[in-house]
């Protein structure tokens, strides 16, 4: 029992919330054509956070956040400039600024030295769950302990954090959200403008980007995005209850998978785990293939 | 001397403040021109025909009045006033290729944007709202269809569930881009009512046309352009074969349709 919370519960409570908080802006970027925005968030933060690290000398969440924000915004100015100015098309444009941004950041990495003191590629790659532990855990009673409470990872504060914001917005928001995206020049004639819904989306997935990085990893973030919205959609063709179930498959998703991790090497024998934020966008992949092969509404069976 | 009655009523304010009044309003995309130096003033009430051929600016004209394009000159104002002032009094349909029809919405959902400006921004949606979506829904035949996903319409019903979003606008003035492209007899023949209602009820519509030999039949007023206003007016006196030679290069007749 105290070896479940001090390792496998923060781990897989970290894992959850990423994919809960990446899920729930997903929606939107699915529902706009920009899966890919997901992915370049993820990517254009990296020199943000190295930069606000190197300059401010903390990881503390504001300043990751700021920094992010600053890159976020920074970046999706470059993407607008080369659009409209140079002419570039728009998923050119983003590719370009994603991949350049990414190369900055691990150039910095590199050069400042904080590689190998506070940030492991590695761990930004492919994220890194297990590093969330509560060693302070001594028993079920230490989840009503405040003391034991408070050591709790730094990563679940700044993903509960990061869920509330994305989540309170979507709820107050929610008719606007839907028909900027759904019918933007309608929108601008009743004073809803799809410029500044737009660049609220794109912020919310840059805070949900930088709050489930250090979980999921660069590389597997595009799938905590759009995997669990997509598999959604396939099952209901009502946004509330798209919404609603893309939470439920991330929540799936974050707890089978991280069970997968740890229970299928043992199974074969294996000393070691797997690592979790592989297998929960595995989880995650393979509810999206099972909607389109036995969805009602959207798969295979129903448009072939 | 003449009579000081005339002068009067315009200074007393008789004379109503036109609907739409655009004073040479230009459009560019890039370096390409669309619309120069359109000028036209609609009458208070009617139904206007917007008419030219494929690139003449038509769709332009629309989107430049509402803001949806910048303006690369010129002015157009909705009862007197900028665009932003009176968005409570208009009701713009855009051209149904121009949404992803597979959006997770229903027929209902689609119509109660319509009431998104009076409900207001952060409030969700309550339950007299959907009986008022479906209210308006009933107005264009399409009652039965409320929770249907707007995918699995037809075009013609797509159109049907625009058109009742605009109703649910609750608006003066109503510009529609191309409401009539590939639609059903039955559609037509609902619009067309709908339309003469409005008109009825004081209401202007403006809706860009592409089928010159249905202008006749529908509306009261066209406006004939090709990247310029070549001319406006009743449809009596204005839809004549020479203005239409004049709008589309060449005589065209009018029974070949387009």
Known sequence: ?304 | MLAPFPSNRVSSGIMPIPPLAIRDLSVQYGGRTALENFTWTAPERGLVAIVGPNGAGKSSLLKAVLDLVPKAGGTAEIFGKPVSEQRDLLAYVPQRASVDWDFPATAADVVAMGLYRRIGWLKPLRAADHVSAKKYLDMVGLSEFADRQIGALSGGQQQRVFLARALAQAAKLFLLDEPFAGVDAVTEGVMTRVFRDLRDAGSLVIAVHHDLSSVKDIFDTVVLLNREFIAGGPVATTFTPDNIARTYGVPLSLNSGQ
Request: glycine share 8%.
């Open chain 1, 1 to 304: 029992m105290t070896s479940f919370l001090q390792i496998d519960l923060p781990a897989m409570l970290v894992g959850t919330l990423a994919a809960l908080v990446c899920a729930l802006i997903g929606n939107f970027l699915v529902l706009t054509r920009q899966s890919m925005l997901g992915d370049a968030m993820g990517h254009v933060v990296l020199p943000g956070i190295v930069i606000a690290f190197v300059l401010a000398g903390t990881t503390a969440t504001w300043v990751m956040l700021t920094g992010a924000f600053a890159a976020a915004l920074f970046s999706a100015m470059l993407v607008e400039f080369l659009r409209r100015m140079a002419g570039v098309e728009p998923s050119a444009a983003l590719g370009a600024v994603f991949t350049a941004m990414f190369a900055l950041g691990v150039l910095l990495l590199e050069q400042s030295g904080v590689a190998r003191t506070t940030f492991d590629v590695h761990h930004i790659l492919f994220g890194n769950i297990e590093t969330a532990i509560w060693p302070a855990a001594a028993g079920i009673r230490s989840l009503f302990d405040l003391a034991a409470l408070a050591s709790l990872p730094p990563q679940l504060g700044r993903l509960a954090f990061g869920l509330v914001v994305v989540a309170l917005i979507i709820v107050l928001l929610f008719k606007e959200l839907r028909v900027v995206s759904f019918d933007p020049d309608f929108a601008r004639t009743i004073g809803i403008s799809p410029r500044m819904i737009g660049a609220l989306i794109v912020s919310l997935a840059a805070l949900a980007a930088v709050v489930s990085l250090s979980a999921v990893g660069v590389i597997l973030l595009v799938a905590m995005m759009v995997c669990p919205p997509a598999t959604a959609r396939m099952l209901t063709d009502d946004l509330r209850t798209q919404v609603l179930l893309s939470l439920l498959f991330a929540l799936a998703s974050g707890v089978f998978g991280y069970a997968i991790a740890v229970l299928l090497p043992l199974a074969f024998g294996y000393e070691i785990s797997l690592g979790a934020a592989g297998t929960i966008a595995v989880v995650a992949g393979l509810f999206q293939l099972a909607a389109m092969l036995f969805g009602p509404k959207r798969g295979i069976p129903r448009t072939a």
